[in-house]
């Protein structure tokens, strides 16, 4: 992996450690896998992956509504301004927003029908991206992937440690 990703990264010296070289590995594989999809969704549907997965997110809580904050808590890739997103997806008539009736700090945000179009319509590609891109792999790497994966999810360290500070 070393000299492929190194090239990649078009880095000269050795990785500090084996652990920066695959979180590195990490980022640029998530960063290549995501690209694709990222651009189709901007050239079929004009939406961004954040946009698209804040859609998917009210679309499965469906007929509930959610909070912001819930819709945040639920991102694949975080986004700090999940406001900003639902604005967007707001002005295009994607979701909706009501007050919550005990709390009027509260917006509650629903996906509209046009919303449930717009992913009937990319729910053909949505399935078929996951398999154009892995499929090389073979179903036991691909399975082995995921069992790594889950892994590396499950026994996340924390960064800062709290006894550095």
Not at 37 to 42: D, R, T
Not at 68 to 93: E, F, H, K, Q, Y
Not at 113 to 119: D, I, K, P, V
């Amino acid at each position: 992996m070393s000299r492929s990703l190194a090239d990649a990264l078009k880095q000269a010296k050795p990785f500090d450690s084996r652990e920066e070289e695959v979180v590195l590995a990490l980022q640029h594989v998530a960063a290549r896998l995501i690209e694709p999809w990222a651009l189709y969704l901007k050239g079929t549907a004009q939406l961004t992956p954040s946009q698209y997965n804040v859609l998917r997110i009210l679309r499965g809580a469906r007929p509930s509504r959610l909070a912001s904050s819930d819709i945040g808590r639920r991102l694949v890739a975080r986004d700090p301004d999940v406001t900003r997103l639902v604005d967007r997806l707001a002005d295009r008539g994607l979701v909706d927003r009501v007050r919550e009736g005990r709390d009027r700090r509260v917006v509650e945000v629903g996906i509209t029908r046009e919303g449930l179009a717009l992913l009937k319509q990319l729910d053909p590609a949505v399935q078929r991206f996951p398999k154009a891109m892995l499929t090389r792999l073979g179903a036991k790497r691909i399975d082995q992937l995921a069992v790594l994966l889950q892994d590396v999810l499950s026994s996340l360290g924390s960064f800062p440690d709290p006894a550095d500070q």
